[in-house]
């Protein structure tokens, strides 16, 4: 039974490419049993980049979402409140104010900065969570601070930034890590 090149080619062993370029590859095939001649084709490949690319350093995390969109989120350190206070004031001159406590012993709102520094991409405060030292993972609550405008949503341009604060209802204690995605691409962790 004759076999064809594609037959041939999967009893080699898989190459791994550590970067994106263009390859120039030549397979060759030595005569065996039920093979009259050598085989010796040459391929060339078109290897892409793998993205996301990340790199996490300290409290910054840098993406690189594909060839021209690159952007930074840089992580503040967490601020711990066992109660948050808001006042609204609908003209009347008197302020109306509530206070909220956390369900879970402790409200834990993160400061976060992202810089677009090539392209155009889409933000979502959505793309933040948070994990417990025991490996829980707690997301966001909708609650006011006073640290801040919470993070919202949009698009930044290049050298846009936009700055917000993302708040967790948890239980006290330290060691927490704020866990980054791209809308389901995991990019990274940072402890906060």
Not at 60 to 87: E, M, P, V
Not at 112 to 122: K, L, P, R, V
Not at 177 to 189: A, C, H, N, P, W
């Amino acid at each position: 039974m004759a076999k064809t090149f594609r037959d041939l080619i999967s009893f080699y062993k898989p190459v791994t490419f550590r970067s994106a370029g263009t390859f120039n590859l030549r397979v060759v095939s030595l005569a065996g049993s039920g093979y009259s001649k050598a085989i010796s084709r040459a391929i060339t490949l078109h290897v892409q980049p793998h993205f996301p690319v990340v790199a996490v350093n300290g409290n910054s995390i840098d993406a690189r979402i594909d060839a021209h969109t690159r952007f930074r989120d840089d992580i503040g350190g967490a601020l711990y409140d066992s109660s948050i206070t808001t006042c609204t004031d609908y003209g009347d001159g008197q302020p109306y104010c509530t206070t909220d406590r956390p369900t879970n012993g402790q409200y834990l709102t993160v400061p976060i900065t992202i810089t677009q520094e090539q392209g155009t991409h889409d933000y979502n405060r959505f793309n933040y969570s948070l994990k417990g030292p025991d490996g829980q993972v707690w997301d966001q609550t909708y609650e006011d601070t006073k640290h801040g405008q919470q993070l919202s949503s949009g698009t930044l341009t290049a050298p846009d930034y936009v700055s917000g604060v993302v708040v967790f209802d948890v239980p006290p204690g330290s060691g927490y890590r704020l866990l980054v995605e791209d809308f389901g691409d995991s990019l990274g962790q940072v402890y906060v």
